[in-house]
């Protein structure tokens, strides 16, 4: 009798994961990724949320960048309020400059700490914080694998399990 109920417990739960990743993927679909930043020239998916100044999301892009010629990242970057106005003044640098990808390596890598930024005001950022509603993002780094339906919280070396790096956060 109990191994009856487990079986049907076990059979409950992997029904309910796989009705999750496809609520996920069903979620992607309507997120604006033509409105995120864009980088990487490879095959592999990855969607993330960052935020200039957080130390987790430059760690996660630490390894990240590294592999760009095996990945297609799109990335929503997310101003903290409570982090003051020279991290609104990142994002805004980052979404709006001409050359996005470049801004968001300089900001994650640490060359913006300290200077004085005075950005151009974009309504892309906008996208990016309705992106942020929709998925009901609670911190950063958040990550979402598109194909797998798998949304992985915070700087988890997870992330690279699933895209077939072999690393981790250093």
Not at 67 to 78: E, G, M, Q, T
Request: charged share 30%.
């Amino acid at each position: 009798m109990f191994r009856a109920i487990g079986f049907l417990i076990a059979s409950f739960l992997f029904s309910f994961a796989s009705l999750y990743e496809e609520f996920i993927k069903q979620q992607v679909k309507e997120l604006p990724l033509d409105k995120a930043v864009i980088t990487g020239k490879g095959n592999k998916e990855l969607i993330i949320f960052v935020n200039p100044d957080c130390p987790h999301c430059r760690k996660e892009w630490k390894t990240l960048r590294k592999y760009l010629d095996r990945l297609k990242l799109y990335v929503f970057v997310i101003p903290f309020k409570a982090w003051g106005e020279e991290n609104l003044k990142k994002a805004y640098y980052i979404v709006c400059s001409q050359n996005p990808a470049k801004a968001l390596d300089e900001a994650l890598t640490g060359q913006l700490d300290d200077k004085t930024l005075n950005p151009e005001k974009c309504k892309k950022l906008e996208y990016h914080l309705k992106a942020a509603e929709m998925v009901g993002l609670r911190g950063v780094p958040l990550n979402i694998l598109p194909k797998e339906g798998k949304i992985i919280e915070g700087a988890n070396p997870k992330v690279f399990e699933y895209l077939g790096i072999k690393t981790h956060l250093e």
